[in-house]
């Protein structure tokens, strides 16, 4: 059974800073992993999608690396500001079954 | 253009009523997910679908639970005899096809059940 793990649970850093979010799984046979986004009440914002042939995509300041053997995942974030503070959740597709499966996601606030 | 809809935003019900959920996906996306995501469990699959078919109901937590997908476009999710443990936020995604494709999610209908 796939299980997702996001570390850290939390994390507050001030403006400017660079930062990195972890996501971990536990079965490497995936087909695809997904960043989201989640602002307080709100729906899932789909950040980045990456195929599992590829080792990073790029948006914006935001960059998601890709290790499928290791089975991580890594979101990048650039220059953060205070706009960024939202839940980053984490999610991916193996080849068992169409769902996404979740990570408990981090909780980022971005302090002026 | 224009996103993943849902309906209604908010649904507060008693105990024991059944209780409608709609969805409207991205014009043109051929699979349609729904998901709950309740305090402590996190964000857990429910149905998909392919068309209007359901090859996966495996996250349909009980029989009370059902939806269905009509004209290839919008779904609803029926939850029967409400139970407090079914409150939460139902989200719903579609993509335009089934596997290789990014997920983008509705704003969700959050159920209180009292």
């Known amino acids: 059974k796939q299980e997702v793990t996001q570390i850290p649970a939390a994390l507050s850093v001030p403006e400017g800073e660079n930062l990195v979010l972890n996501c971990s799984f536990t079965?490497?046979?995936?087909?695809?992993l997904q960043w989201f986004r989640q602002d307080p009440g709100k729906g899932l914002t789909s950040l980045l999608l990456i195929q599992s042939s590829q080792r990073e995509q790029t948006s914006g300041r935001l960059n998601a690396s890709l290790d499928k053997s290791s089975g991580r995942s890594t979101l990048y974030i650039a220059a953060s500001q205070p706009g960024d503070s939202a839940t980053y959740l984490c999610?991916?597709?193996?080849?068992?079954?169409?769902?996404?499966?979740f990570g408990k996601g981090t909780k980022l606030t971005v302090n002026p | 253009g224009a996103g993943v809809s849902q309906s209604p935003s908010n649904k507060v019900t008693e105990k024991g009523k059944d209780v409608e959920l709609r969805c409207d996906p991205i014009s043109g996306h051929t699979a349609l997910y729904w998901y709950r995501q309740s305090l402590g469990q996190g964000l857990e699959f429910l149905i998909y679908f392919q068309g209007n078919s359901a090859p996966d109901k495996s996250g349909l937590p009980s029989d009370r639970f059902s939806a269905e997908r009509t004209g290839g476009s919008v779904s609803t999710l029926t939850i029967q005899r409400t139970q407090q443990e079914d409150s939460a936020v139902y989200l719903c995604?579609?993509?335009?096809?089934?596997?290789?494709?990014?997920?983008?999610f509705g704003p969700g209908t959050r159920l209180t059940v009292l």
């Open positions: 999610a991916v597709k193996d080849n068992r079954a169409e769902k996404l499966v």
């Open positions: 079965d490497s046979a995936i087909y695809n």
């Open positions: 995604a579609s993509s335009r096809v089934i596997t290789y494709n990014e997920q983008f």
